[in-house]
């Protein structure tokens, strides 16, 4: 009877702590490229990359990663988001500056943006993960993500900015329109204004449809009805010798589907979990995206890279 007791007793703390649980509504999906700094005459090494959240709820970013390129393609560092932000409503911002650039605008950043002086006005690029990436000048490379015809052909000139239009959609705020994966028609250059996460947005949401990812807005800007957000599960390491990985994935809709694309094949049906066909050396990106029962895609797919290497010996 003792061992029944404590087994019942253990079922339902087991129990009331899901019931106490938070909702797993956040997440990381819905943020873009906002607007880029790269220095002044006078001050050089003041530099900053400004993200944006087009939905509420995208405060999810530990662990999550701006990446940097140079005029070629290559890599130059990755700045790695240490925490959390605190303000996540739609329109928010997250600022990644170099100390120069929180000197010369009095401003905090809410994180450091790694190898800053690496970067150049001549040519370049920065990407949000694999979601979202822009280039400028003269960048010659492949990215993660679209970025098509860079933007400021001439390179971003001192003491300008490249920030991201909103006229599309909804023209007082960013949404899934404004981002047509060319950075000569997304961006423009204007006098820089680096806005952190303590600031509040002063954008309005529309109250109609394309005012949102979602569509439909109620009066406090919130959706009504949203496209469902598709989070990997499992994934392979970023490294691996197995040539065909798995991979599992989720949504926050129970009745959702989903489709699969690696590298720049076309999206399919899958499952979850999903084995590629085998793979050749080097590198790859997966991606899937949900598809809620009304026929809806979520806008911004779950996308991770890796590479498959050789086993040793």
Known sequence: ??????????????????LLAPAAGATFHLIQVREVYLGSALAPESRYVELQMYASGQDLVKGHALRTYDGTGKPIDTSTLSADV??????????????AAEAEFGVTADFPLASASALSAAGGAACWEGLDCVSWGSFKGSLPSPAGTPAAAGGIPPGSALRRTVARGCATSLDTADDSDSSADDFALVAPQPRPNAVAPTEQLCASAGG????????????????????????PPKRSADRTPTFRFGADEDKARFQCKIDKAAYKTCRSPFTSRKLGFGAHVFKVRAIDSDGRLDPSPASYRFQVVRKRG
């Not at 009877?1 to 899901?18: D, N, P, S, W, Y």
């Not at 605190?86 to 100390?99: R, V, W």
């Open 1 to 18: 009877m003792g061992a029944r007791r404590f087994a019942l007793a253990t079922a339902i703390v087991a129990l009331f702590g899901l």
């Open 86 to 99: 605190p303000g996540d409503a739609s329109q928010s911002t997250i600022l990644l500056a170099s100390p």
């Open 212 to 235: 949102s990812p979602y569509g439909p807005t109620g009066g406090g800007g919130e959706p009504n009805h949203g496209t469902p957000q598709t989070t990997l599960r499992r994934k």
